[in-house]
């Protein structure tokens, strides 16, 4: 089964550090362009970090110098690194699989963060 499981979420203090993961199954990550969105609470979808097949890696300036993006290609899986964490990170955070023409074409449930002052 093709799919994307997100975990490492949960609630921290701003200035916190949290390590986002992502599963996949049912294909080879590290063949495909792999990306993290996040959605706020009444707010639309924000890309947030992306990592190509060749390993180039791309943040959006909102998380720049605070946020990693990485992937272990053994264990199929993706992650997110997030340091210095604020209340504006606040989000449900998505894995998703990236085509070459920038959009998503599979998604995750996604892993909650929150982020208190």
């Known amino acids: 089964q093709v799919q994307l499981v997100e975990s490492g979420g949960g609630m921290v203090q701003s200035g916190g550090s949290l390590r986002l993961s992502c599963v996949a199954s049912?294909?080879?990550?590290?063949?495909?362009?792999m990306s993290w969105v996040r959605q706020a609470p009444g707010k639309g979808p924000e890309w947030v970090s992306s990592?190509?097949?060749?390993?180039?890696?791309y943040y959006a300036e909102s998380v720049k110098g605070r946020f990693t993006i990485s992937r272990d290609n053994d264990r199929n899986t993706l992650y997110l690194q997030m340091n210095s964490l604020k209340p504006e990170d606040t989000a449900l955070y998505y894995c998703?699989?990236?085509?070459?023409?920038?959009?998503?074409?599979?998604w995750g449930r996604g892993t909650q963060v929150t982020v208190s002052s």
């Open positions: 998703a699989r990236t085509t070459k023409w920038g959009d998503f074409d599979l």
């Open positions: 990592i190509t097949s060749g390993d180039n890696r």
């Open positions: 049912g294909f080879t990550a590290s063949s495909d362009d």
